[in-house]
Structure formats: structure tokens, C-alpha cells
């Protein structure tokens, strides 16, 4: 293994990125989840970008023939929903923009795996962000989750993600206390921000999905586009947790410091507080 470095890819770069999404305001097609779906699209709107949530069998394809990229999460599903992501995945595919996948709580159930594996027949991915145990879930590996929290840790999962990066010719993220962010070409980068409190409220890893989309569409390199959005949001929960614990408030109050940091944060507080390592795998 390469000594991690973070020569190839810089604060300065992936703040960039940022930039962009705020100048340019992609417009990401999310077909989501009933939990998180508003805060999903606060959090877009937040970071600049413009969402569409979008899921009736009648507009869905020209939604996804619009749109500069899809998001598709599987965590409240059922076979309506699941169609619209397939007739979604078909036409983004057939148009080149990124689509982000999102498998909540594969593992948990047959119909679950079942719906990850129709759409994962359909089209591959341009990118996977899950938890440990939906990474290997998804790469086949012998693993129950708990419901929609990980029962393996980011680090367990580094042998599925590879797999899965093979297996799609895309980028897989492994969410955790560190972020892991692979893809074909043998590129690792480890993101170490972010902060306990954000697993105390509902909808932080399927925004974090959201995001993805987003830099998707101003980075070509969905690698680094991956790495830029994991980062941000990262850095956002860090400085947001410290917000609220300094006014003596918690995790309710800690949600609004999130949507705030995205709209406000400076090149500055972001080069500063990034912990990124990159090395290959």
C-alpha cells in the first residue's frame, strides 16, 4: 500500500468543487425515502445546488431527462417506488449523467436484496455510498445488517468496496466514524471529520448521498466529485455539533447549524478543519 498522501488532491481543489456547486446549482432528481426527503432537499438547496424529488411513473423519465443527476435510495421502498428508480436508472443511464445509489438497509430483508439486485441489474451505479454493512451486503458478502444501522465498521467493509469498484467501474463510498472513498482506478481516500452526533438524526447519511449527486454534475472525476461532497459534509457536522454544544443546545438545533455551515462556510474553516488522506489500495 502506497504511504497516504494528500499530494494529488488538495483542500484547495476540493473546496473548488464546492464553489462550483454553489455557483452553478445542479439540478439532482432524487428519488428517496419518506424520512428524509425534505431534509434532503433543504440540504441541497443549503449547498447551492437545485432539487427535484420526483417519483410517478407519468414524469419520471422526463424528470430524469432533464435533470443533471439521480439519486436513487432504496430506504422506504415498495414495488411503485422501486419502478420509478428503474425507469429513472434507464434513462439517466442512457443519457451519460451520474447517478448515486443508496442501498439503505441492504441485508435486511429478501425484498430489499431483491430490489438491489433488479436495479443493480438494470445499470451499474456511477456511484454507491453506504454504511459497512451495506457496502458488503451489497458486494455479496455474508453479512445481517441491523435494521438501517451498520452492524460493521467502514474498515470492515474495504474488501467489498474494492470488489464492488471492479464490479461497476465506479466509485464506492463506505461511510463511518472515517469515510472511506474508492474506485476502480485503485484510488483511497480516508476522510476523518464529521462527529458522533450525526448518527442521532435521521436523514444525515441519505443527505450525504444527496450531495454526492451534486458534485457529481460540476466533477467529472466522480472520485474526487465523492471525496469533495464526503468532505463537505464532514466538516459541516463537526463545526455544526461544536455550534450547538457551545450554546448549550443538542441535536435538534445541531440539524439547522448543519443547514447553515452549508450556505456559510468559508474556504478558510474547511481548509483548516479537512483530515483527508489519499493513498491507493
Given at each position: 500500500?502506497?504511504?497516504?498522501?494528500?499530494?494529488?488532491?488538495?483542500?484547495?481543489?476540493?473546496?473548488?468543487?464546492?464553489?462550483?456547486?454553489?455557483?452553478?446549482?445542479?439540478?439532482?432528481?432524487?428519488?428517496?425515502?419518506?424520512?428524509?426527503?425534505?431534509?434532503?432537499?433543504?440540504?441541497?438547496?443549503?449547498?447551492?445546488?437545485?432539487?427535484?424529488?420526483?417519483?410517478?411513473?407519468?414524469?419520471?423519465?422526463?424528470?430524469?431527462?432533464?435533470?443533471?443527476?439521480?439519486?436513487?435510495?432504496?430506504?422506504?421502498?415498495?414495488?411503485?417506488?422501486?419502478?420509478?428508480?428503474?425507469?429513472?436508472?434507464?434513462?439517466?443511464?442512457?443519457?451519460?449523467?451520474?447517478?448515486?445509489?443508496?442501498?439503505?438497509?441492504?441485508?435486511?430483508?429478501?425484498?430489499?436484496?431483491?430490489?438491489?439486485?433488479?436495479?443493480?441489474?438494470?445499470?451499474?451505479?456511477?456511484?454507491?455510498?453506504?454504511?459497512?454493512?451495506?457496502?458488503?451486503?451489497?458486494?455479496?458478502?455474508?453479512?445481517?445488517?441491523?435494521?438501517?444501522?451498520?452492524?460493521?465498521?467502514?474498515?470492515?467493509?474495504?474488501?467489498?468496496?474494492?470488489?464492488?469498484?471492479?464490479?461497476?467501474?465506479?466509485v464506492v463510498c463506505v461511510?463511518?466514524?472515517?469515510?472511506?472513498?474508492?474506485?476502480?482506478?485503485?484510488?483511497?481516500?480516508?476522510?476523518?471529520?464529521?462527529?458522533?452526533?450525526?448518527?442521532?438524526?435521521?436523514?444525515?447519511?441519505?443527505?450525504?448521498?444527496?450531495?454526492?449527486?451534486?458534485?457529481?454534475?460540476?466533477?467529472?472525476?466522480?472520485?474526487?466529485?465523492?471525496?469533495?461532497?464526503?468532505?463537505?459534509?464532514?466538516?459541516?457536522?463537526?463545526?455544526?455539533?461544536?455550534?450547538?454544544?457551545?450554546?448549550?443546545?443538542?441535536?435538534?438545533?445541531?440539524?439547522?447549524?448543519?443547514l447553515d455551515a452549508?450556505?456559510?462556510?468559508?474556504?478558510?474553516?474547511?481548509?483548516?478543519?479537512?483530515?483527508?488522506?489519499?493513498?491507493?489500495?
Amino acid at each position: 500500500m502506497a504511504h497516504p498522501t494528500t499530494a494529488s488532491l488538495t483542500p484547495a481543489d476540493l473546496w473548488s468543487d464546492v464553489e462550483k456547486v454553489r455557483a452553478y446549482a445542479p439540478l439532482v432528481h432524487s428519488i428517496t425515502n419518506h424520512v428524509v426527503m425534505n431534509l434532503n432537499a433543504n440540504v441541497l438547496l443549503a449547498a447551492g445546488a437545485s432539487p427535484v424529488m420526483a417519483h410517478a411513473h407519468e414524469e419520471v423519465v422526463d424528470m430524469a431527462g432533464i435533470a443533471q443527476a439521480l439519486v436513487l435510495n432504496i430506504g422506504t421502498l415498495e414495488p411503485y417506488w422501486i419502478e420509478s428508480m428503474r425507469l429513472a436508472l434507464l434513462t439517466a443511464t442512457a443519457r451519460g449523467i451520474p447517478v448515486v445509489l443508496d442501498p439503505v438497509g441492504a441485508g435486511a430483508t429478501p425484498y430489499r436484496n431483491q430490489s438491489l439486485a433488479l436495479l443493480m441489474s438494470t445499470a451499474s451505479p456511477s456511484v454507491i455510498r453506504g454504511n459497512g454493512s451495506e457496502v458488503m451486503s451489497l458486494a455479496g458478502s455474508a453479512i445481517k445488517t441491523r435494521g438501517v444501522d451498520s452492524g460493521a465498521a467502514a474498515d470492515d467493509a474495504l474488501g467489498a468496496a474494492q470488489a464492488l469498484t471492479q464490479a461497476t467501474h465506479g466509485v464506492v463510498c463506505v461511510s463511518g466514524a472515517t469515510d472511506h472513498v474508492l474506485d476502480a482506478q485503485h484510488r483511497w481516500a480516508r476522510l476523518s471529520n464529521g462527529h458522533v452526533w450525526m448518527t442521532k438524526i435521521t436523514g444525515i447519511g441519505c443527505s450525504a448521498t444527496s450531495l454526492i449527486g451534486a458534485f457529481c454534475v460540476v466533477q467529472p472525476d466522480l472520485w474526487r466529485a465523492t471525496v469533495a461532497a464526503m468532505a463537505f459534509w464532514g466538516v459541516v457536522g463537526e463545526l455544526a455539533a461544536e455550534q450547538a454544544q457551545a450554546a448549550g443546545q443538542g441535536v435538534g438545533s445541531m440539524q439547522a447549524y448543519m443547514l447553515d455551515a452549508l450556505q456559510l462556510m468559508d474556504a478558510d474553516t474547511f481548509t483548516q478543519r479537512l483530515r483527508l488522506e489519499v493513498a491507493a489500495w
